[in-house]
């Protein structure tokens, strides 16, 4: 059974930073590409950052410079450093692994940035 679980969400303020982490189990994690997406209320699930297993990374150009994903292929973890959060980041954050016609998904952490 596959499982991605993540967790480090919560309520900060603006300029504030939050660390997100994935934990996987049921997969061979190396062999996964791992990406977090994020879905804000009433708009649709979009990619925000993406990890290859040859630890490439992307970013949507609006998280560029204040977000950082890594990898731990030792703890089967995926991580979103995320530095100086603004409202607009707030949104429910999702953990995706992908490999050929694999795709899974975690249930979703809440991320809320507000005075």
């Known amino acids: 059974q596959v499982q991605l679980v993540e967790s480090g969400g919560g309520l900060v303020q603006p300029g504030e930073s939050l660390r997100l982490s994935c934990a996987a189990s049921?997969?061979?994690?190396?062999?996964?590409?791992m990406a977090w997406y994020r879905q804000a209320p009433g708009t649709r699930r979009d990619l925000v950052a993406t990890?290859?297993?040859?630890?490439?990374?992307s970013y949507v150009g609006s998280v560029k410079g204040r977000f950082t994903i890594s990898r731990d292929n030792a703890k089967n973890t995926v991580y979103l450093q995320m530095n100086s959060l603004k409202p607009e980041d707030t949104a429910v954050y999702y953990c995706?692994?992908?490999?050929?016609?694999?795709?899974?998904w975690g249930q979703g952490t809440l991320v809320t940035v507000s005075t």
């Open positions: 995706n692994a992908r490999q050929a016609n694999d795709n899974f």
């Open positions: 049921g997969i061979i994690f190396p062999s996964y590409g």
């Open positions: 990890i290859t297993t040859g630890r490439d990374t």
